[in-house]
């Protein structure tokens, strides 16, 4: 097997487990205030931040199809930003502060965001100098 394929299929893996944590935190009850209806209220940013996500899943299937991943991911996550920011504007008066477990899984994210940034760079480096020989 040669290396490429089997470092993309580690890497793949790494992704797949570390968005496994990721959810199974997300995962935890929070406690969320109600209105009147039964309407919860979300965070500053829980639109875009859902849009985007939503909106980079369907961009993978769009750079499968178009036979150029790196391009459908940007379209996918650039609509689900712009529709997030739309309805982030449209639900501008239910917002609520965020509690203190929502800022401790933000900073663990940013923190897991970083590091992944940091472990797929070295790995693209690698994979460069691999390739180089």
């Given amino acids: 097997m040669q290396p490429f394929i089997l470092i993309s299929i580690l890497v ?3 992704i797949v487990i570390v968005a496994l944590i990721v959810a199974a935190f997300g995962m935890r009850k929070s406690q969320t205030e109600t209105i009147q209806g039964n309407q919860e209220l979300h965070p500053r940013g829980y639109w875009v931040s859902l849009g985007i996500s939503i ?16 391009l459908g991911i940007t379209i996918g996550a650039a609509i689900g930003a712009s529709i997030g920011g739309a309805l982030e504007q449209k639900n501008k ?41």
Avoid: T, Y
């Fill in 12 to 14: 793949f893996a790494l």
């Fill in 55 to 70: 909106g980079a899943g369907f961009g993978v299937a769009l750079g499968l199809v178009f036979d150029n991943l790196a």
């Fill in 93 to 133: 008066d239910n917002f609520r502060p965020m509690s203190e477990q929502e800022l401790k899984m933000q900073k663990w994210g940013i923190a897991l965001g970083l590091l992944m940034l940091l472990l797929f760079a070295g790995i693209f480096v690698f994979i460069l100098l691999l390739r180089g020989q």
